[in-house]
């Protein structure tokens, strides 16, 4: 985590605690009212206890997140499953245990001042939705900063990074049949495009079955061609693209999508090559 995020992070928590600490003494003789109140605005106690859970929930994500990121930052961790969604299981485990084992259970406090429950001890539906906010980590302390203005919102390509519109990005996932040992992918410019270039390639749908797409969410592909990401090619040239290999008896074996292409602007293409 930046530094600038964390001195923002730091300064928020503080400001959080100072307010929540002024408004429960300014509290504290001062009768609860009616559950129904705060909806008219007149019940400054609901609002202290919501800060109060809020900054809790709050201190406890940077907590966890600040303490996973030793093992999200391992270059294990990032050999296995960089751009993954193991990282998300983690985040949920190791939540679910601290709010199982300090007791929290923000969302069954916040539904007591709507009288909506009692407020002794919430039920496993309230400590998995507490267990569920605190593994948004970053991603919730983001959203807290967004609102109050520290940072601003992500745009569209931060979220989904895509191409340039003059680029393409392109990959290459290796199917062996016959091929053994290494296989080389070869990416070569083949010159600018002319009247006489193939058409501009802008998608490919290949067959992938259920457990193949879940493989591919958790785990990296050590048989694709960048392993994370595309290999970035521009659009106003034309390339030869070539998949070799050998088989066992040393012959050299060819792959099934070799062939000269050129691609549309900002497409996003994942070749499967069969050898």
Same mark, same amino acid.
């Given at each position: 985590?930046?530094?600038?995020s964390?001195?923002?992070?730091?300064?928020?928590?503080?400001?959080?605690? #100072?307010?929540a600490?002024?408004?429960?003494?300014?509290?504290?003789?001062?009768?609860?009212?009616?559950?129904?109140?705060?909806?008219?605005?007149?019940?400054?106690?609901?609002?202290?206890?919501?800060?109060?859970?809020?900054?809790?929930?709050? #201190?406890m994500?940077?907590?966890i997140?600040?303490?996973?990121?030793?093992?999200?930052?391992?270059?294990?961790?990032?050999?296995?499953?960089?751009?993954?969604?193991?990282?998300?299981?983690v985040?949920?485990?190791?939540?679910?245990?601290?709010?199982w084992?300090?007791?929290?259970?923000?969302?069954q406090?916040?539904?007591s001042?709507?009288?909506?429950?009692?407020?002794?001890?919430?039920?496993?539906?309230s400590?998995?939705?507490?267990a569920?906010?605190?593994?948004?980590?970053?991603a919730?302390?983001?959203?807290?900063?967004?609102?109050?203005?520290?940072?601003?919102?992500?745009?569209?390509?931060?979220?989904?990074?895509r191409p340039?519109?003059?680029k393409?990005?392109?990959?290459?996932?290796?199917?062996r049949?016959s091929?053994v040992?290494?296989?080389?992918?070869?990416?070569?410019?083949?010159g600018p495009?002319?009247?006489?270039?193939?058409?501009?390639?802008?998608?490919?749908?290949?067959?992938?079955?259920?457990?193949?797409?879940?493989?591919?969410?958790?785990?990296?592909?050590?048989?694709?061609?960048?392993q994370?990401?595309g290999?970035?090619?521009?659009?106003?040239?034309?390339y030869? #693209?070539?998949?070799?290999?050998?088989?066992?008896?040393?012959?050299? #074996?060819?792959?099934?999508?070799?062939?000269?292409?050129?691609?549309?602007?900002?497409?996003v293409?994942?070749?499967?090559?069969?050898?």
């Open positions: 985590m930046p530094r600038k964390r001195d923002a992070i730091a300064a928020l928590t503080l400001a959080l605690v #100072v307010v600490g002024f408004t429960g003494a300014a509290l504290a003789d001062t009768p609860t009212p009616p559950a129904s109140a705060w909806v008219t605005m007149g019940s400054a106690n609901f609002y202290a206890v919501s800060l109060k859970a809020l900054t809790l929930l709050f #201190v994500a940077v907590l997140e600040s303490a996973l990121a030793v093992i999200f930052n391992w270059r294990l961790f990032l050999e296995l499953f960089y751009g993954r969604g193991v990282k998300t299981l985040m949920i485990a190791v939540s679910a245990l601290a709010v084992a300090f007791n929290i259970d923000v969302v406090t916040m539904l001042q709507y009288g909506l429950v009692s407020g002794e001890g919430g039920g496993p539906l400590h998995l939705l507490t569920l906010i605190l593994a948004g980590g970053s919730g302390v983001y959203r807290v900063l967004v609102a109050l203005g520290y940072r601003q919102a992500p745009s569209e390509a931060e979220i989904r990074p340039k519109k003059d393409a990005w392109i990959s290459v996932k290796v199917q049949r091929a040992g290494q296989v080389y992918v070869r990416v070569t410019e083949a495009v002319t009247e006489a270039s193939p058409p501009q390639l802008a998608g490919i749908v290949a067959p992938r079955g259920f457990w193949a797409i879940i493989g591919s969410v958790f785990l990296l592909d050590r048989n694709r061609f960048p994370a990401g290999y970035e090619l521009e659009v106003a040239k034309e030869r #693209v070539e998949v070799t290999g050998r088989d066992e008896a040393g012959a050299v #074996v060819a792959s099934d999508i070799d062939g000269t292409y050129r691609f549309a602007p900002g497409a293409l994942d070749f499967i090559a069969r050898l």
